[in-house]
């Protein structure tokens, strides 16, 4: 998990289009934070590990004085 004493800046909007085929979910990106500075991880299309995964999206939370990244993942 990554941390930093900075909240990330607002998430990026863009539309997504048709899925490349049946049961594809789409991943949002994300905010990523490396040497220093914020970069965009765009979202895509990703096929689920198993047929009732669900997609839980990564994100930043406040945690004391900064915010610590959690990473998405399949539940």
């Known amino acids: 998990m990554y941390y930093t004493a900075y909240a990330p ?4 909007y863009a539309a ?4 490349p085929g049946p049961g594809y979910v ?7 934070r490396a040497g220093g500075n914020w970069g965009w991880v765009e979202g895509r299309w990703q096929r689920p590990p198993h047929r009732h995964a669900v997609w839980v999206a ?3 939370r406040r ?4 915010y610590r990244f959690h990473r998405g ?3």
Not at 9 to 12: G, K, Q
Not at 16 to 19: D, I, K, Q, S
Not at 26 to 32: K, L
Not at 63 to 66: A, I, K, L
């Open 73 to 75: 993942y399949w539940r």
């Open 9 to 12: 800046p607002a998430p990026r």
């Open 16 to 19: 997504v289009g048709v899925a």
């Open 63 to 66: 945690e004391g004085r900064g």
């Open 58 to 60: 990564p994100e930043w």
């Open 26 to 32: 789409w991943t949002s990106g994300y905010w990523n």
